[in-house]
């Protein structure tokens, strides 16, 4: 089993939609993050959220770290064609970073 | 600068060849990594060095050979690799390898394909 299970695998929707991403897990975490990924790009991180019950807010996108610290979301509102990619959530674990298996967004105009 | 470099950014070669993947960055980091990513799917975990040391080998197979010359390089050393072996090959840094809130850093990465 997956130590973190991100879904949904695969969105696409229309431009000004709104999403959200989930990210769950068994285990609790000290952290975790949330990357993206664009086409022919490495992971680029968005967020690191600490804290149990924590909103973080970056303009369109939301992050929620779940009270229990085992889960977390991320909304994002009013999709556009540049929020396509790949999402990414991870944790620490021991002295790694674990990635879930990513959400490919696709936004179309 | 928050920049990890790779270069080259594409490979292609042949399963007798030998080739090298480098990485760079120049941001203090002591620890650095090695990711293979296939297509649609999340980054793997290869290689760790923390000051210079290799501290974590994922089980990877000997055809690949990682290299950190000082704290600021990390190269990748390919040998015979095999055709399954064509992916994305992501570089990364961080300040230290230890737990907490400690963020990577990626590069662009190298596609490599193996003919």
């Known amino acids: 089993t997956q130590l973190l299970e991100q879904s949904p695998q695969f969105l696409s929707i229309q431009e000004g939609e709104n999403l959200t991403v989930y990210c769950n897990s068994s285990s609790v975490f000290s952290s975790l993050q949330w990357y993206r990924q664009e086409p022919g790009e490495g992971p680029v991180l968005l967020v690191t959220v600490v804290t149990g019950g924590e909103v973080k807010k970056l303009k369109r996108l939301t992050f929620q770290f779940g009270d229990a610290r085992k889960d977390s979301s991320l909304h994002i509102t009013a999709a556009q064609p540049g929020d396509t990619g790949l999402y990414l959530c991870?944790?620490?674990?021991?002295?790694?970073?674990?990635f879930g298996a990513g959400t490919i967004l696709r936004v179309k105009s | 600068d928050t920049e990890v470099t790779q270069t080259p950014k594409h490979l292609v070669m042949g399963m007798t060849n030998k080739k090298s993947l480098k990485c760079e960055q120049h941001?203090?980091?002591?620890?650095m990594y090695w990711y293979k990513q296939k297509a649609k799917k999340p980054p793997e975990l290869m290689f760790v060095y923390s000051y210079e040391k290799l501290s974590i080998n994922e089980s990877v197979p000997s055809r690949f050979s990682p290299e950190c010359p000082n704290s600021s390089l990390l190269n990748l050393h390919l040998h015979a690799l095999q055709p399954e072996d064509s992916a994305l090959y992501l570089c990364?840094?961080?300040?230290?390898?230890?737990?907490?809130?400690?963020?990577?850093?990626f590069g662009p990465g190298t596609r490599l394909t193996v003919l």
């Open positions: 991870a944790v620490r674990y021991g002295n790694k970073l674990v």
């Open positions: 941001m203090g980091h002591r620890a």
């Open positions: 990364a840094s961080s300040h230290s390898s230890g737990e907490g809130t400690d963020t990577q850093y």
